[in-house]
């Protein structure tokens, strides 16, 4: 997120003299290229209006509206780049029109180009141009041939008008506008990580603890058969019914495990990445340098952000040893995770690390690879700090 820098200082015109030198006839252009700009930008402004909301009784009235809104954007590019070029005047572009994921239809996209505000500000600067393209424009022309001595403080008193104009309509509104775009698009994100769990969850419990649980219920139903007529074969199948349902309580306690385990919740990051060190195939040192607990959400990211890096360091590394290290900075949660292995772990590697930065981003983190070929990999992820407000259980 940023917003428009200010003009450096080679781009800003000097104090406007009895000289015509290279800025002072760039204004001239600028000026005298106002009129055409205008009309061309008025008339597509009326036009579109007219079509668009004349039609918007019927059902290609509002769609062509929102093309013609669209191509408002193109226009204010163009106006941009114009002042750019002549103007010195270097303003960011807008943020990208947020349409909403692909799978949401027709009406999102609809109801987001209606409500694009770039596009009306740059309607509402070809409406009033118009009549100041006029203005420039014939006081530049007629400034060239009567006025010639002080043109250039006329024209730089001209330009500067425009300049503001520009900056006013034609710049992105400020920094949340920019970040509305942002949690736009990582709405959907979140959306779709949170389904993707949501069916892990399901197919773990459908081919696992269930399909044990309905097993059992066969087998206990079988031993109730059999109690009176052949008692010592009732109670071998209660003794196996016994064992199916000890694994099935474990992989129940594994999927919880998986959701948000306890130790995390009764003991904090300490001791939870110190589990997962220890289930780790090579030496894992964890430290963590935590004066308090952060909120449950940035404590089960931190979590599962490190389970799925050591699970990499597992798989595919193959290091001889690893270390993990959280700490505080700020208003940041910090972790880092080394391992001594061959190195080469790339975003688009196919180990989950582009999911990983995808998810950090959702919730304003940040996510910094570093693997030359050789190792040893560094991966550095950041999370927002906040407090944890609700109390917990003792360790």
């Not at 998986?258 to 040192?285: N, Q, Y």
């Not at 590697?349 to 030359?372: I, N, Y």
């Amino acid at each position: 997120m940023t917003m428009s820098p200010p003009v450096p200082d080679t781009d800003r015109p000097p104090p406007a003299r009895f000289a015509f030198d290279r800025w002072t006839w760039k204004e001239i252009v600028y000026l005298l290229a106002n009129l055409p700009m205008a009309i061309v930008g008025f008339v597509y402004t009326m036009f579109m209006l007219g079509v668009g909301m004349g039609l918007s009784i019927t059902v290609i009235g509002l769609p062509l509206l929102v093309l013609g809104l669209h191509g408002a954007r193109l226009l204010g590019r163009a106006e941009r780049g114009l002042a750019r070029t002549l103007l010195g005047l270097h303003i960011d572009e807008p943020s990208p029109l947020a349409r909403g994921r692909r799978e949401e239809g027709f009406l999102p996209w609809l109801w987001s180009g209606l409500k694009d505000p770039v596009a009306w500000r740059t309607l509402l600067f070809s409406f009033i141009r118009l009549p100041w393209g006029l203005v420039t424009f014939a006081v530049t022309l007629v400034g060239l041939f009567v006025l010639w001595p002080v043109l250039p403080f006329i024209v730089r008193a001209l330009a500067n008008a425009d300049r503001a104009m520009v900056r006013g309509l034609l710049s992105p509104s400020d920094e949340l506008e920019r970040r509305i775009a942002e949690l736009e698009s990582d709405r959907g994100v979140v959306v779709d990580t949170a389904a993707a769990d949501l069916r892990r969850i399901e197919r773990d419990l459908h081919d696992g603890a269930q399909a044990r649980l309905v097993a059992l219920a066969m087998g206990l139903g079988l031993a109730k058969e059999k109690l009176t007529d052949d008692p010592e074969a009732a109670a071998r199948m209660v003794d196996e019914a016994h064992g199916e349902v000890k694994v099935a309580l474990q992989e129940l306690r594994d999927l919880a495990r998986g959701i948000h385990p306890a130790i995390l919740t009764d003991r904090g990051l300490d001791a939870a990445l110190s589990a997962i060190a220890s289930r780790c195939t090579v030496p894992v040192k964890v430290s963590v340098d935590l004066e308090s607990r952060p909120a449950q959400a940035i404590e089960g990211s931190a979590y599962f952000t490190v389970s799925e890096l050591l699970q990499n360091v597992s798989k595919h590394s193959g290091a001889h040893s690893a270390s993990v290290d959280v700490w505080r900075s700020s208003d940041r949660l910090l972790i880092q995770v080394r391992d001594d292995g061959s190195g080469g772990a790339r975003m688009d590697g196919g180990t989950g690390m582009a999911g990983l930065a995808e998810r950090l981003g959702a919730v304003d983190g940040l996510f910094v690879l570093d693997s030359p070929v050789g190792g040893p990999t560094t991966v550095t992820a950041e999370l927002p700090w906040r407090d944890r407000t609700e109390p917990t259980k003792a360790p």
